[in-house]
C-alpha cells in the first residue's frame, strides 16, 4: 500500500510540473538581400530573448539563448525560413527551447530597396513538452547598400498562449485566456565577408503586456551571429 501511495505522489508531481515562463526569439535575422529562387541561407547567433512571465523568474526579463535558422528561397519575391532556439542559462529544471516558422513576401520598391512582410507562427517547449503557441506579421523595410551590406527596420505585433482554454487568473480574478500581446521595432545590418560568409546584427525593442498576469514590461533583445548562403549551383551567393 505504502509503495501505491508514492507512485500516485510520483505522477502526481508528474501531471502538475510545469514550466514558470517560456522565452521567445524576437529577431528576424536577414541578409544582405532576400534570398533569390533556390538559394540557402543558414544562420547561427546568439541572443538575448525576452522571458514571457519574468516575475515568475525573480523578475529578470531576459535569458541568454542560441539561435539557429534554415531559409530557402522559393522565387524572387517569396522564401521561407524555419528557426530553433534555447536557453543555455538553464534557468528552469529542465531545458526551455522553441522554434518558430515564417514566410517573407518581398515587394521590390526600387533596384536596392524593399518592404518585406513576415507572418509568424511559433511554439515554445519545456523539454518535449509544448507549454506555448504564437503568432505575429511584421513588415520591414530593407535596404542593399553597396555590394555587402544590407540594413533593416521595421514593426511587428505579436501574440502567444500557453493554453486554448481559460484559466483562473488571480490578477484579474476571473478565468481568461492566459495569453499576452507584444508589439516589436527591429533594426539590424548584415555584412558579408569573402563572399561566403556574413556578420549579421540586431536590435529589437519589446513592448510586451500579459493579460492574464495584468502586467507589462518593456526589454531590448540584442543579437549578433554568423550566416552563409549558397545559391543554386551549390556555391556562395555572389552580390547583387
Known sequence: MKAFHRSVLFLAILLVGCSRSAIYSPSLLLGKSPLKAKEVDFQGNI???PEARPQALGGKQTTVGVVGQFGYGFGERFGMSLKAWYDIEHRE??????YSLCAQFVKEKAPNSRLIFIPKIGIT???E??????ASTAVVYHQTIGDKIGCYGGLELAWGTNEFFKENSPALQKEVLPMGFAALAHLGVAGELLGRFRVNAELTPVYQFNYFDDNQQFMVSPTIGVGYAINPKGKPKQAD
Request: glycine share 16%.
Open 47 to 49: 541572443e538575448l530573448m
Open 125 to 127: 517547449l519545456w523539454l
Open 93 to 98: 529544471d529542465r531545458l526551455r527551447s522553441g
Open 129 to 134: 513538452e509544448v507549454n506555448g503557441y504564437g
